[in-house]
């Protein structure tokens, strides 16, 4: 054992020897400084990484602000029409346009022509309600994939 520790030893010594010379703390000195530049850089790639992603999610949420901005101000365009003036003045206020005979049908008559809707929607939920949470899961899923709007279709 003590021919092993011999060896490490005079190796340590010849290395402590070298950092005697000028030359090779020159180099030790440069790499040193040479790590510093490399982390310096890296972080400053990292942080113009960061600014550039906040950059981007705000120029992204300026343009859906002015898409915004934009649907409203076509909405108002279309408020100030005359099409939608009249149509407002006939739902709101039974209002109709010059020489338009109205009609006024009692409730009574117009409800006595409708037709009733179908009542098959009540055993669709029963069974998906007493269906366990994985099928009810299953078949939300499959309803989603296959769009289809309702359960049953």
Known sequence: MQI????????????????????????LFFLV????ITWSG????DTNYGLQKQIAALQQQDNVQQMANTNLKLQNDYYNTP???????RQDF???APGETVLIVPHSVAMSHTVALPQDIAPAVKRA??????QQNFRAWMDFLLH??????
């Open 4 to 27: 092993n520790t011999r060896k490490y030893q005079a190796r340590l010594r010849s290395y402590l020897e070298q950092l005697r010379d000028v030359r090779t703390i020159g180099v």
């Open 33 to 36: 400084v040479l790590l510093l």
């Open 42 to 45: 890296v972080k400053a790639i």
């Open 83 to 89: 099409q939608y003036l009249e149509l407002a003045a």
């Open 94 to 96: 039974g209002l109709s």
């Open 129 to 134: 309600a007493t269906a366990p949470k994985y």
């Open 148 to 153: 289809r709007q309702n359960a049953g279709d």
